[in-house]
Structure formats: C-alpha cells, structure tokens
C-alpha cells in the first residue's frame, strides 16, 4: 500500500459537489484499484505536513486561486513544494498544483493571452517514461484554467504541451512531474462546472466546450501512469 498525501488547496464549486464530492473523493475514486492510501492535509485551513518524509508520496489540488496571489499559507505549500523537490519525494501536481510547483522552482505564472483553457483539450506527450505504461503520444482530458506557466523552471524538461499551453506538463528530476489538465474530472464533472459558469465564460464558449467533452477522456491511463509513478518510486 502507497500512502499519498493530497496538499488541499481548493475545492470543487459547490454547485457541482453532487457529482462526485470535494477533492480528496475524486482522488480517492480516480486511483481507486491501484493500492494507494490517500491523507488529506488541509492546507488552505492552516494543515501542513509536518515533513516530506509524512508520506511515501505527494499530490497537490487544483485551486480557483492563482499562485501569485498574496495569501500566507500559499506560500506556506510553495516552500513544501521546494522541500519535496530538495528530498526528492515523489509528487504529482495537477493544474494549480503544477503551476505552484512552476512557481516555487522560478518560472513565471500569469494570466494568458489566449483567456480560459476549457472543455476537453488534447496534449502532446513529449517524454517517455518507465511509469508511462503503456505510454501514449498524446492524451485528451479535462481542461479549466485561464492562468499559464510562462517558462519551464531550470531543473524542469517539458513533459506535455498543447496548442493553446506551451507548458502543459513538466518533469522535475527522477522523481516529480506535473500536468496542466485534470484526470480526476469526468466528462460530467467538466460539464457540470461548465453549467456554472455560463455568465463567466459567455455562453457560445461554454457550449463549443460542451462539445468537446462527448470524446472519450483518457482519465484510466493518466491514473495508471500516476499510480504506477509513485509504485516505482515509493
């Protein structure tokens, strides 16, 4: 049994609880079979780990908030962030996850010229790795997020990139990678934030986004590349 921490960070709008819970019941279902324990930390409520050493291995939350925002425990999980790099314990971060970990590691994070990233969006996978099995030239899930890293941290190689994201994935060492895109959210998940937020995104674009998410999303492999990541590295 692997032991994961999940880094909590935000939470699923409320109006779409009903499809599959908060955070931790989507990690908890989207790596369900694959003999890996997840604990919560809250970190948003003040909830740190007490060490990098806590867990076998490490996942960061999606967040509405952007990581430059001026907000104290934030930058409580960006110091984690570098301490896992620095310890060399395995970590996966996930949207808001892979930009803080971006972000501590030096790059730049902002808001995009090309606006919000939705619906289902395809990725080309520039790396292959022992834990990709079986490995894919390019994957198709879940997208919602306007903010974008700017430029690959020093220690980072690009691991996806899409036509919209130019660094929609990183790999950081032997032993951490990131992506920008959501493997925890279903179709119907996507679809019902998407719902939500019609007054947001207009609703032309919501529905173009809508369209996309009748494909197939390859939310079984993401899952079986992150399980067996931390299998490998634990």
């Known amino acids: 049994m692997i032991r994961l921490g999940l880094l909590l960070v935000g939470h699923v709008d409320a109006g779409s609880l009903h499809v599959g819970g908060d ?14 324990e997840i604990t919560t930390y809250r970190c948003d409520e003040g909830q740190m780990p007490d060490s990098t050493h806590d867990q076998d291995g490490w996942l960061c939350s999606p967040s509405r908030l952007s990581v430059y925002d001026d907000i104290a425990w934030l930058r409580d999980v960006e110091q984690f962030l570098r301490d896992i790099v620095s310890t060399e314990a395995p970590y996966v ?4 996850g892979h930009q803080l970990m971006a972000q501590a590691l030096g790059a730049v994070v902002k808001k995009a010229d090309y606006g919000w990233g939705i619906g289902a969006k395809q ?4 790396l292959v ?16 997020h306007q903010d974008q890293v700017m430029s690959l941290p020093d220690q980072a190689e690009l691991l996806a990139s899409s036509d919209y994201c130019a660094i929609g994935g990183m790999k950081i060492g032997e032993r951490a ?15 019902s934030l998407l719902a939500t937020r019609q007054q947001l995104f207009g609703p032309e674009k919501v529905e173009r986004a809508l369209s996309t998410l009748q494909a197939s999303l390859d939310q079984d492999l993401v899952a079986h590349w992150i399980a067996r990541f931390f299998h490998l590295c634990a």
């Open 23 to 36: 955070y931790p019941a989507l990690y908890e279902n989207l790596l369900q079979g694959h003999d890996i």
């Open 93 to 96: 971060g996930i949207c808001f």
């Open 123 to 126: 990725y080309d996978v520039h």
């Open 129 to 144: 790795e022992p834990w990709m099995t079986p490995a894919a030239e390019k994957i198709l899930l879940a997208a919602s």
């Open 177 to 191: 990678w990131t992506l920008q895109v959501h493997p925890e959210f279903s179709s119907e998940l996507a679809s």
